[in-house]
C-alpha cells in the first residue's frame, strides 16, 4: 500500500497569514493526488484535485503543487473560515485510495 | 446538483452486520464510482472501498475479508455492509462519488455522514 504522511500534524496560524501544508507519498505517485477541507462536525469537500487543479468554486487563495512523491497545498492569505483539517488523498494506486493522517489549522 | 444521503441503523451490536446504503439524487448513478469511507471519533479518514455503476469493486485489503458494496441502479442506490463489527468500527461512515477527469480520480461530492456505534 502507499503510504501518505502530511506535515505539520497541526499548525496555528492567523488571519492574513501564508499556509504551506506537505504530503508525502511512499512512492511515486505521478499528480493522482488530491487535497480536502473537513470542518468540525461536517463531510470532506474537494478543493483540488491532480495535485493542482482548483475544484469548480473553491477560492483562489488554494493552491496545489509538486507531482512524484512530494506535494505542497498552499492557502495565501488564511480567512476565519479557513480554519480546519486538511486531508490529502492519493488515487493513483488500487484497491486503496489512501489518506493522510490529515493536518489540523487552528488560531 | 448530485445529493448523497446515507442512511442505517445507528447503532449495531458486535459480532452483528453493519449495512448501511447511500441514495443518489438529483442525478444519475451511471458513469462514475461510488464509494465508502470511514472516520473513527476523533481521528482521520479510511478507505473502504468503492463500486462502479457496472459492479465492479475495489476493497481495501485490511477490511477486504469483511466488506461488501454493491450498486442497485433501478433505485439509484449502493449499499455497504461489514460483518462480524467489533467496537473498532464506530465511525462516521462517508458515502461519496469518485469522478474522473483524464484518468485522475477524485471525490466530488460527499454525503454528510452517519455515525454508527458498535456496542452491546
Known amino acids: 500500500d502507499i503510504q501518505m504522511t502530511q506535515s505539520p500534524s497541526s499548525l496555528s496560524a492567523s488571519v492574513g497569514d501564508r499556509v504551506t501544508i506537505a504530503c508525502r507519498a511512499s512512492?511515486?505517485?505521478?499528480?493522482?493526488l488530491n487535497w480536502y477541507q473537513q470542518k468540525p462536525g461536517k463531510a470532506p469537500e474537494l478543493l483540488i484535485y491532480?495535485?493542482?487543479t482548483l475544484q469548480t468554486g473553491v477560492p483562489s487563495r488554494f493552491s496545489g503543487g509538486g507531482s512524484g512523491t512530494d506535494f505542497t497545498l498552499t492557502i495565501s492569505s488564511l480567512q476565519p473560515e479557513d480554519f480546519a483539517t486538511y486531508y490529502c488523498?492519493?488515487?493513483?494506486?488500487?484497491?486503496?485510495?489512501?489518506f493522510g493522517q490529515g493536518t489540523m489549522v487552528d488560531i | 446538483q448530485v445529493q448523497l444521503q446515507e442512511s442505517g441503523p445507528g447503532l449495531v451490536k458486535p459480532s452483528e452486520t453493519l449495512s448501511l446504503t447511500c441514495t443518489v439524487s438529483?442525478?444519475?448513478?451511471?458513469?462514475?464510482?461510488w464509494t465508502w469511507i470511514r472516520q473513527p471519533p476523533g481521528k482521520g479518514l479510511e478507505w473502504i472501498g468503492y463500486?462502479?455503476?457496472?459492479?465492479?469493486?475495489n476493497y481495501n485489503p485490511s477490511l477486504k475479508s469483511r466488506v461488501t458494496i454493491s450498486v442497485d441502479t433501478s433505485k439509484n442506490q449502493f449499499s455497504l455492509k461489514v460483518s462480524s463489527v467489533t467496537a473498532a468500527d464506530t465511525a462516521v461512515y462517508y458515502c461519496?462519488?469518485?469522478?474522473?477527469?483524464?484518468?485522475?480520480?477524485?471525490?466530488?461530492?460527499w454525503g454528510r455522514g452517519t455515525l454508527v456505534s458498535v456496542s452491546s
Open positions: 461519496a462519488r469518485a469522478r474522473d477527469w483524464v484518468s485522475y480520480w477524485y471525490l466530488d461530492t
Open positions: 438529483g442525478g444519475s448513478i451511471n458513469n462514475y464510482h
Open positions: 463500486i462502479s455503476y457496472s459492479g465492479n469493486t
Open positions: 512512492q511515486r505517485i505521478s499528480s493522482y
Open positions: 491532480a495535485a493542482s
Open positions: 488523498q492519493q488515487s493513483y494506486s488500487t484497491p486503496t485510495w489512501t
